[in-house]
């Protein structure tokens, strides 16, 4: 069973910033799409930030310019660098591997980590 282990969440200052790490047990990493989404309370789960396998970024409006999604092969991790945090990017964020489009199909997710932007 493939684990993903979110880390690097906390609280954190409005304007403050902060690495999201995403260690998967196995190889998944170098053979999945993956991707960040985050939830706060009462509200759907939403996109945050997506990595192809080919390497193609895609953001949520909200956070383009600020956030940036990358992948480590070799350790088997992805982070999402999260700059000029603002109180609304408070949420639980989760870590995503996914293959959906061709067999075969797996989705597997994080337990999530906590990031709150307050001062």
């Known amino acids: 069973q493939v684990q993903l282990v979110e880390s690097g969440g906390g609280l954190v200052q409005p304007g403050g910033s902060l690495r999201l790490s995403c260690a998967a047990s196995?190889?998944?990493?170098?053979?999945?799409?993956m991707a960040w989404y985050r939830q706060t309370s009462g509200k759907e789960r939403e996109l945050v930030a997506a990595?192809?396998?080919?390497?193609?970024?895609n953001y949520a409006d909200s956070v383009k310019g600020r956030f940036a999604i990358s992948r480590d092969n070799p350790k088997n991790t992805i982070y999402l660098q999260m700059n000029s945090l603002k109180p609304e990017d408070t949420a639980v964020y989760f870590c995503?591997?996914?293959?959906?489009?061709?067999?075969?199909?797996?989705?597997?997710w994080g337990q999530g980590t906590q990031v709150t932007v307050s001062s």
């Open positions: 995503n591997a996914y293959r959906r489009s061709n067999p075969p199909r797996y989705d597997y």
């Open positions: 990595l192809t396998r080919s390497g193609t970024t």
């Open positions: 196995g190889s998944i990493v170098s053979i999945s799409d």
